[in-house]
Structures are given as structure tokens and as C-alpha cells.
């Protein structure tokens, strides 16, 4: 990898400081046993890795159980509309690039109503990392069939199930372009959060689909500690060969799938502050 | 003891990040007892930094666990916010002895004989943790049966 095409913020801690330093004083309401315990956990690791002041890190989400991350969090932060986080975080990272833009999130939120954001925001490739929680069902809203929920999830609000084809956002994110792309597990707090780092580091955007399961409405999801396989995936930079690796996806292996050489996006020429008249003579009205 | 003050460490958090889950769903009884078992470990941490003269726990970047987290780590997945201190007390034991298991190990491998030894000590320290734990939940009552139905679920019920 091209370590000079990342446009990731330098900016280490001048003290040292710990994983606790990254936390608000707000505890968590999600129900207890619940995976996304262990994302906080491991997002507050990953950034003591990385040594970054929490004024140096602003975390962006939308709407869900997952996305209250950003008040468990010391950083800056930003709870945004739903599906919309990362259309704050491309924007946040825009106008100021010295931040390190982390935008979390749940599979409903990310992958149906922020779906055309998800798209977009890997083909663009701006330097931030998407953190999404995926328990394939929308928890807040108490156990509504989400896009990655199996097609025979049968439940009060799916009877028999919905019939319909998982959304795969692995795949979506490598045909869309996003520059680095990881399957992890809430289970593995402290291999996420070295998922986390990795992610971070990698010029441009970096999608981290995050195995969180749900104990209240998919109870059932308890078992994917017994059947993830950790290290399964191994990072490549061919576009192809990863490809061919998610042929074989069961959704299970964990790792780095992915690891581009496709440089972040970042704005053409200065940014000079003009007056609005000098826009309008641009467009014909 | 690196290996021995990290897992005191990661279970003294783990502990009191349980004792919170639980006090904000109003589980009080379970979140005493969790902070309890925070106390009870960082009291084993402080133990092991007295005993080697350390100042701090050792950086834990230069190793991993072989498992997800540390022996004595209770998995955020095994809650549930009706249980009792019988479940509590229940996953302790089960931590210390995967910690007892885990230094055994150690002691048992083709190690330099000092370190061996400490090994050995530190599996008596956690079967001697097994143990209080297993009076202290002679002295709890056992779950009845149904203790996880709620009269008015978070899950959409007919």
C-alpha cells in the first residue's frame, strides 16, 4: 500500500491515553447482552492505538440503536437523520480534513434508507471510516425484517418471512469502490478494534461490516460466536481476486477482504472563499 | 504476569462496564454484585503490580489472547436483564476457571522453570477463586423457573 496517498490526519495524542479516556460519562441504554457493547469498546481501543485526541475525532451516525454511539463517546459527535450519517460525515470531512471522520451506524439505517448514501459514499472515497453494526433487523423499532435479514426469518412482524434476497454490502462496497473493506465481530472486541485501526489508517473510504448480534429480537444470533471464523479473510489489492473470495462468502469469515490503492477524494485546487455574485455569473439562469 | 495483570485488568473493566448495562435497566441486585466482582479483580490487579513492582499494567500490545479476550473476560452476549446473582455468580465461576485452565496450561508447557512456576502459582490463586466463588453461590438461591419472563416484553408480543 501506498502510504503517501493517505490523507488521514496526523495528529497523535501529546500524552498517552487510554481506551477509558475515549468514553462520556453517558452509559449505554441498549439491552444488556446486546453486540453493540463491544463496538464502543473496541472503537475506544482502536483510537488509544492510534494515539488521536478525542478533539481530533468526530463520530457521525443516524438513527438506531447502534447509532447512539456517539454519545457514549468522548470525541466529537453528531446524531444525525435517518440514513444521512454519512452524507454528514462526507461533508464533515470536506470542510475539515485535519478531523478523522468515523461514521457508525446499523443495517437498516446504512444499507435501506441510506442505501443510495452507502453507494455513493464508497465511489467517492473520501478519507473516513463507516462503521456499521449489522444485527439484520431494526432493533428500535422492535423487530422489523432489515435488508440483510434472511429471506426465512420467520417472526410476529415476518410471518413465514420476507422472501427476499439479502442485501450483501460487502459486495456493494467492492463494486462501488470503497478503498478498504473488513468483516468483524462484537464477540472479538479487541480483533475489531485492530480491524478499526487498520481501517482508519487506509487512505480513502473503509466500510467495516460488523457481525453485532441483536439478543432481544434475533436471540438466535447468541450462536454466531460458535460459527464466525476469524482470520478466514486475507487483504488483498485485486479487485478481482476479492471478488472471487465473496463467491464463497457465507457471511462468517472475518478480516480484511479488501485493501485498495485507489487514492481518497480530495477537492481540486484552493479553497478560496468566493462571492456569491462570482457563482451566480456561472449559471445560466 | 503480563499476561496474569492484563487479564485482572480486562475483567475488573468488563465487570464494572456489566454493573452499569445492569443499573440502567434497573437490575440493582446483579449491578452490586458486578461491582463487586470489578472490585474484587482490580484488587488481584493490584496485587500482581505490587508483587512484580510495576507502577502500571504492561503494555498489552505485545501479545494476544489465543481467545477473543482474556480468560477471566465474561462475553457481553452471556446477559440478560432479568437475571439473578445466581447467573452472575454463575459466569465468575466460569471465568475462573477457564483463568485456573489457562495458567495450568502454562504451567504444564516446556517453559523456563521460573516461569513455569509462576504459572503454577497463579492456576492455585484462580482454583482458590473457584472455590470462594462456588461458596459464595452455595449461599444464593437458584433461579425459578421462568425467571427470564417478562409481563411486559421489549419484544412485540401478540
Known amino acids: ?285 | 504476569m503480563a499476561y496474569a495483570c492484563a487479564m485482572e485488568v480486562e475483567a475488573a473493566e468488563r465487570y464494572a462496564e456489566l454493573a452499569d448495562q445492569m443499573s440502567t435497566h434497573h437490575n440493582r441486585e446483579v449491578a452490586e454484585l458486578f461491582a463487586k466482582l470489578a472490585r474484587i479483580e482490580g484488587k488481584h490487579r493490584d496485587q500482581i503490580l505490587a508483587k512484580m513492582g510495576w507502577a502500571s499494567p504492561p503494555d498489552t500490545a505485545v501479545f494476544r489472547w489465543e481467545t477473543p479476550e482474556g480468560a477471566e473476560t465474561t462475553d457481553y452476549g452471556e446477559l440478560h436483564y432479568l437475571m439473578q446473582p445466581y447467573h452472575a455468580l454463575k459466569l465468575a465461576e466460569h471465568n475462573e476457571q477457564r483463568a485456573a485452565e489457562f495458567f495450568a496450561r502454562f504451567a504444564a508447557a516446556r517453559l523456563p522453570a521460573d516461569v513455569r512456576a509462576a504459572a503454577a502459582e497463579m492456576a492455585d490463586e484462580e482454583r482458590e477463586h473457584v472455590r470462594l466463588i462456588q461458596e459464595w453461590l452455595a449461599r444464593v438461591e437458584p433461579p425459578e423457573a421462568g425467571w427470564d419472563e417478562d409481563p411486559d416484553p421489549p419484544a412485540v408480543a401478540d
Open chain 1, 1 to 285: 500500500m501506498n502510504e503517501a496517498l493517505s490523507t488521514a490526519p496526523v495528529a497523535p495524542a501529546s500524552h498517552a491515553l487510554a481506551a477509558a479516556d475515549y468514553k462520556s460519562d453517558i452509559k449505554p441504554v441498549w439491552c444488556p447482552g446486546c453486540g453493540d457493547f463491544g463496538v464502543v469498546n473496541a472503537l475506544a481501543k482502536a483510537l488509544a492505538k492510534l494515539g488521536l485526541e478525542p478533539r481530533n475525532v468526530a463520530v457521525v451516525s443516524g438513527i438506531g440503536c447502534s447509532s447512539r454511539i456517539p454519545a457514549y463517546m468522548s470525541s466529537y459527535g453528531f446524531h444525525g437523520v435517518h440514513g444521512r450519517a454519512l452524507a454528514a460525515g462526507t461533508g464533515l470531512k470536506i470542510a475539515r480534513p485535519d478531523l478523522t471522520v468515523i461514521v457508525t451506524g446499523g443495517d437498516g439505517d446504512g444499507y435501506s434508507i441510506g442505501g443510495n448514501h452507502f453507494l455513493h459514499a464508497c465511489r467517492r472515497n473520501v478519507d473516513m471510516t463507516y462503521i456499521v453494526m449489522d444485527n439484520r433487523v431494526y432493533g428500535m423499532t422492535k423487530g422489523q425484517p432489515s435488508p440483510t435479514t434472511e429471506p426465512d426469518w420467520d417472526s410476529k412482524l415476518s410471518p413465514e418471512g420476507t422472501g427476499l434476497r439479502e442485501f450483501q454490502p460487502m459486495v456493494i462496497a467492492l463494486a462501488s469502490g470503497a478503498n478498504f473493506i473488513a468483516r468483524a465481530f462484537t464477540g472479538d472486541p479487541n480483533g475489531l478494534a485492530d480491524v478499526i485501526v487498520q481501517a482508519v489508517q487506509h487512505p480513502g473510504f473503509s466500510f467495516v461490516e460488523v457481525l453485532s448480534p441483536c439478543v432481544t429480537f434475533r436471540p438466535e444470533q447468541k450462536e454466531w460466536k460458535k460459527i464466525v471464523r476469524s482470520d478466514a479473510l486475507r487483504p488483498t489489492s485485486d479487485l478481482s481476486r476479492a471478488a472471487r473470495r465473496m463467491l464463497r462468502d457465507t457471511g462468517f469469515e472475518l478480516g480484511v477482504l479488501y485493501a485498495g490503492e485507489r487514492p481518497a477524494y480530495a477537492p481540486r485546487g484552493p479553497r478560496a472563499m468566493r462571492p456569491v455574485t462570482d457563482l451566480e455569473a456561472r449559471f445560466e439562469l
